[in-house]
């Protein structure tokens, strides 16, 4: 198992590389021009469009988790999109999934190493992302006041690791149950989209707040007092229940998938 592992986490390498310093650019560029652009921030935080997705520019805390803690693990879910839908129903189409079931290794086993580089190389991601947005706070620390400390910053942006870990869960368990590549990212898609508008929505219409809990996003914490208050443990619990039951839904129907036969859920019904 572990020679598997290894080749996950190492074929990915490049990945991992890639999208980590993009992140971290990403994160040093809206770091460093906060400073001069600190005398506008209470004008943002009056815009109707940042008020309604619950974004507060008004102040050093609010940029932070609304520019950066909050957009690094939205431009990351991309990846996570592509990488879970890729893993089963994509080597399944490559016919790399046939080889590797032939191995003696049982089919749990299997999903389990992947599941388990998946999140690795998920996680190497957002330290690279933090390392180079705290190596840039730092800096600027210097011509600020604030009692934000680097590491703060740092446990903010990995706590979004959980989150990613729902869909990426989510993402494994479509790519063992629906028949392509193409439908298991479509359907991942469709799941992050609803979460994330339905979240911005339930924080502007009052008739959906019942409904905000069901929104993934709503348990990953954006706001300011994530530097005050810290993260909340009960959210994370959450998205972390959330990964652990779609992994065992992922597990289930790989333990079930004729490999090699692209059928629909009601095909393979029907068939047996």
């Known amino acids: 198992m572990y020679n ?13 590389v890639g999208w980590g310093v993009g992140l971290a650019l990403f994160g040093i560029m809206y770091i460093a021009i906060y400073p001069q652009m600190a005398e506008y921030m209470s004008v943002l935080g009056q815009i109707s469009i940042y008020q309604s ?7 050093l805390e609010g940029y932070l988790a609304s520019a950066v803690v909050q957009f690094i693990p939205i431009m990351l879910v991309i990846y996570v999109v592509i990488s879970s839908s890729s893993t089963l129903a994509g080597e399944e189409e490559s016919g790399t999934l046939e080889l590797m079931v032939s191995m003696p290794l049982a089919r749990w086993q299997i999903i389990a190493m992947k599941a388990l580089a998946l999140s690795v190389a998920i996680l190497l991601i957002l330290i690279i992302a933090a390392l180079g947005s705290v190596a840039v706070f730092a800096f600027i620390k210097t011509m600020i006041v604030t009692e934000v400390s680097s590491f ?13 870990m729902a869909f990426l869960m989510m993402g494994l368990f479509f790519g063992a149950y629906l028949p392509s590549r193409r439908a298991a990212s479509m359907a991942l898609t469709i799941v992050i989209l609803v979460s994330y508008f339905g979240k911005t929505l339930a924080l502007s219409l009052p008739s959906l707040e019942g409904l905000k809990p069901l929104f993934l996003f709503t348990h990953f914490d954006t706001s300011p007092e994530i530097f005050t208050s810290g993260i909340q443990i009960v959210g994370m619990l959450i998205l972390f229940g959330v990964a652990l039951v779609f992994f065992a839904l992922a597990v289930l129907s790989f333990d079930r998938r004729d490999i090699g036969v692209g059928l629909w859920p009601w095909q393979r019904a029907s068939k047996g």
């Open 4 to 16: 598997l592992f290894a080749h996950e986490v190492t074929s990915r390498r490049g990945a991992i």
């Open 152 to 164: 703060q910053l740092f446990v903010a942006i990995l706590s979004s690791w959980p989150l990613l």
């Open 53 to 59: 997705m619950g974004m507060n520019m008004g102040s």
